[in-house]
């Protein structure tokens, strides 16, 4: 796709790159995978043959034109679009090819410089529709405003434009969630339009809207197609009269192989031709759909027929360009820091939006210390205060797990806006960390104040300072875990029984139960690798070091100390060094698990971009 055929827009203007996308024999195959039955046509093992999706589709999307694909359920509509889109692997592509312009379909290029919407909303409900495009804008713009004007005052005139232009500045103030169905398909739709791309390609755009809404969409995408040239293509159930006079022409699908491509008028003479009565009441796609079997997949007669159908589209003159120079491969819109600030300001008011972890989570934080507090008020012996660092630890490493839907909610955004461009997968992952570096600070310190001086720590504003450094490191490890298995798991329910089963081995393996010393050879690893382990030695050692510690006695017999607090930590192989070196193993941990996070989500989106 190295070159692109332009259009001299209408006054003499700027020349707007167009594409004309095509297939040709395209047919794309559903790999064989066992079934997991256990009988089979040979006896062996069930097996599910190779099925194909498409069987060798041949159609045109010109520019200037609405392209509806139909057909009835399972007739590969969706298929055909995310091939279309440069979304469907290639690798399953088993014959013919995808063109943009005659020339074979750079897929990486094209959807930098195309829209796609799936038919499923991947929003951030807590955003306002506003907020929503204008975040969307700062990222797949590059904004060069004058100097009397920020970036900000830009992306927010561009979604202004296009809330004008979809009907949404009436609930431009209004969160996503609470906005109607046929409100938040065309968010969906503006933040793909955002970067006023050439080719809009989307997945029933109608579905599950009343008739005036479905409309209205239709509509809309109809006056971009005719007023700005731009190739609209979407995928369509059953569309009543009205929107049936706003398509230019049809690919009809049946069990993957096509049955129509051209204009209504001369599908409706087709079916004329096979002695066919279309009722009165009756749309000629809807009668087509139904006498589908008598339309026979003869794909080359009907493309020829149909492009000597279609001489009424002369309007706009196309001018390939010949000999230009290879165009830039597309960047990305802003530098690394640039994405990191509005990503981690996108994600800050998702944060601060969501009760369960802002406000909750800080009442949480207080309730819970002065909860704990009170059973260990005064804990003055050895056994309890070891059991409320065990607890206390238990409560920090098990509170986080909160966050893991809005990570996966998250997750399905990322991969739909990496894949398009729009930003690097290293800037989320910067970003996701660094809103929650001062958050989980707030919540650890509305933690630790009430519940260190109820249980009668040490008196000492260095030890509470060490003590509240430890939970907020204790919050960071655990929400870099959540963010780690979050990019593996495939579902809620996956993530949270992994979530929990590994805190749990992680407690059983810190030493408080079993000494290490005492562990299994083979199970030794999950010793070090435990998460309780190096937050609880340090609490224990911020609690006995030191010489202050060395002076307090911990157990006596016939009026003599016989351990000390230095004596324990022999005892328990710790030493004083260990205060910052088990920091530095939980900043590790925290790093180690963004790090993680950050190649599972790679690998994610690489192989969806591929």
Avoid at 389 to 408: D, G, I, M, R
Avoid at 410 to 424: D, K, N, P, Q, V
Avoid at 476 to 501: D, E, K, Q, R
């Amino acid at each position: 796709m190295e070159t692109t055929t332009t259009v001299m827009s209408q006054g003499g203007g700027r020349r707007r790159p167009r594409y004309r996308l095509e297939t040709r024999a395209l047919s794309y195959v559903l790999p064989a995978r066992a079934a997991g039955l256990p009988w089979g046509g040979d006896g062996a093992k069930g097996k599910e043959a190779e099925r194909l999706l498409l069987r060798g589709v041949t159609c045109e999307a010109p520019p200037g034109e609405l392209v509806a694909i139909v057909g009835p359920s399972g007739a590969g509509k969706t298929t055909l679009l995310s091939v279309l889109a440069g979304s469907a692997d290639p690798a399953r592509v088993a014959a013919g090819e995808v063109l943009v312009d005659g020339r074979p379909m750079d897929a990486a290029r094209f959807r930098r410089v195309s829209g796609y919407v799936p038919q499923d909303d991947a929003l951030f409900p807590a955003l306002t529709v506003e907020e929503s495009l204008v975040y969307s804008a700062r990222l797949r713009l590059r904004l060069r405003p004058p100097a009397s004007a920020s970036c900000g005052d830009a992306a927010g005139r561009r979604a202004r434009e296009l809330m004008a232009e979809l009907g949404l500045g009436h609930v431009a103030a209004s969160r996503v969630a609470d906005v109607s169905g046929g409100e938040r398909r065309r968010v969906s739709i503006g933040l793909d339009l955002v970067h006023d791309p050439a080719v809009l390609l989307l997945d029933e755009p109608t579905s599950g809207l009343d008739s005036g809404s479905a409309l209205h969409i239709v509509n809309m995408l109809k006056q971009m197609a005719a007023a700005r040239g731009k190739t609209v293509v979407l995928t369509i159930h059953q569309p009543g009269f009205r929107i049936l006079e706003l398509i230019d022409r049809v690919v009809l699908l049946a069990d993957g192989a096509v049955r129509h491509h051209g204009s209504l008028d001369f599908l409706q003479s087709r079916l004329i031709a096979t002695g066919h009565a279309i009722p009165a009441r009756v749309n000629v796609l809807e009668y087509a759909m139904e006498t589908i079997n008598d339309l026979k997949p003869d794909v080359a007669a009907v493309t020829a027929a149909a492009s000597a159908n279609q001489g009424g589209h002369e309007d706009v003159v196309l001018v390939p360009v010949r000999g230009a120079a290879p165009a830039r491969r597309a960047g990305y819109a802003n530098s690394p820091a640039a994405e990191v600030r509005i990503l981690a300001g996108r994600f800050a008011k998702t944060v601060l939006r969501t009760p369960q972890l802002s406000a909750a989570r800080m009442a949480q934080s207080v309730l819970a210390g002065a909860f704990l507090g009170s059973i260990f008020l005064g804990a003055t012996d050895l056994q309890s205060r070891l059991g409320f660092f065990a607890f206390n630890l238990t409560y920090l490493l098990s509170s986080t797990t909160e966050a893991l839907p809005v990570f996966l909610h998250e997750r399905r955004i990322l991969e739909r806006e990496t894949s398009r461009g729009a930003y690097r997968v290293s800037s989320y992952v910067a970003a996701n960390a660094a809103v929650f570096l001062p958050f989980l600070l707030a919540a650890a310190l509305l933690y630790a104040a009430p519940v260190y001086w109820l249980v009668g720590l040490a008196r000492d504003p260095a030890a509470f300072a060490y003590f509240a450094l430890v939970v907020w490191l204790a919050m960071l490890t655990a929400n870099s875990f959540v963010a780690c298995l979050s990019a593996l798991a495939p579902n809620y329910i996956v993530g949270n029984s992994v979530v929990a089963g590994l805190i749990g081995c992680f407690f059983l393996f810190s030493g408080y139960f079993v000494a290490s010393r005492n562990i299994p050879r083979y199970w030794v690893f999950m010793h070090y690798a435990s998460l309780f382990k190096y937050p609880f030695e340090a609490l224990v050692v911020n609690e006995y070091g030191g010489a202050r510690g060395a002076r307090e006695c911990l157990a006596s017999a016939g009026g003599l100390c016989v351990l000390d607090g230095a004596g324990l930590l022999r005892q328990q192989g710790m030493r004083e060094g260990m205060r910052w070196t088990n920091l530095g193993v939980m900043l590790g941990f925290v790093v180690g698990y963004r790090v993680l996070c950050f190649a599972f989500l790679w690998f994610r989106c690489h192989r969806m971009r591929r």
